[in-house]
């Protein structure tokens, strides 16, 4: 009874150790797998960001600064934002943001300012203007045929060159401001009416609107942002 005893447990051993065998064979395969499944997300993931932010320059960025967030995201936020200037104006408040468009009738760029005051320009390219001469960006545009295309880029490359140091401007925020959740939901509120023919630019159903001290609270956060932070305290610590 003994020596079955013994054989028994010498075979149970046997057993574990197989089974032990196996399964450390399983994870090292499904570790290898998923190493191998990692390094190739990594690698898109890198070639895609490379391509993205090295190989673009910022002007070309600015519509999606993050390759991985869909464009239409991005683009509802910026309309929300234009509808908070206009919305504000209509109604006697501040304003924050400067902005400018692409005019398709006229052919021209549109720039609005704080005060909701527009100016159309109307770039010429037949010949070398002397402030952007010197400018790489705009060597493509004086090169070859010029087309409907080309006047588009080569219009928006003046506003952009003219504003880029203008920390007021819309685009300028937006190309740095993090995308929140509720960009999400606006955007897939904004694309269900645009893309369903439910809204039009006469009205406003496709915009969430924002609440006036949230707008408000982010004014004073940009406007600290910008400021002598240590003299804005000293002065506080002065009234006091």
Not at 6 to 34: H, P, W
Not at 90 to 118: E, H, I
Not at 183 to 205: E, P
Not at 212 to 236: A, H, P, S, T, V
Request: aromatic share 18%; proline share 2%.
């Amino acid at each position: 009874m003994r020596y079955l005893q013994v054989k028994s447990k010498i075979f149970q051993l046997y057993l574990r150790g197989l089974r032990g065998f196996f399964e450390s064979q399983d994870v090292t395969v499904n570790k290898r797998k998923m190493r191998i499944i990692l390094s190739l997300i990594f690698s898109l993931y890198s070639y895609g960001w490379i391509q993205h932010n090295w190989m673009k320059h910022e002007f070309d960025i600015r519509k999606q600064p993050n390759f991985l967030i869909p464009i239409w995201v991005y683009h509802a936020r910026r309309e929300h934002y234009i509808y908070y200037e206009q919305s504000r104006l209509a109604r006697g408040l501040s304003t924050t943001f400067s902005y400018y468009d692409w005019d398709p009738v006229s052919q021209m760029v549109c720039y609005t300012d704080k005060q909701g005051k527009q100016k159309f320009e109307k770039s010429i390219f037949n010949r070398e203007r002397l402030d952007i001469i010197d400018n790489a960006l705009f060597e493509e545009i004086f090169r070859g045929e010029m087309t409907s295309e080309k006047i588009k880029r080569g219009s928006l490359l003046v506003a952009y060159e003219l504003n880029c140091n203008n920390r007021f401007d819309l685009d300028n925020y937006l190309h740095y401001k993090p995308i929140n959740p509720m960009d999400f939901i606006r955007g897939l509120h904004f694309q269900f009416y645009v893309q369903l023919g439910l809204t039009n630019q006469y009205r406003y159903d496709h915009f969430i609107s924002k609440p006036d001290w949230l707008y408000e609270w982010e004014q004073w956060k940009i406007e600290l942002n910008g400021m002598d932070r240590l003299n804005f305290f000293n002065k506080l610590i002065e009234l006091k």
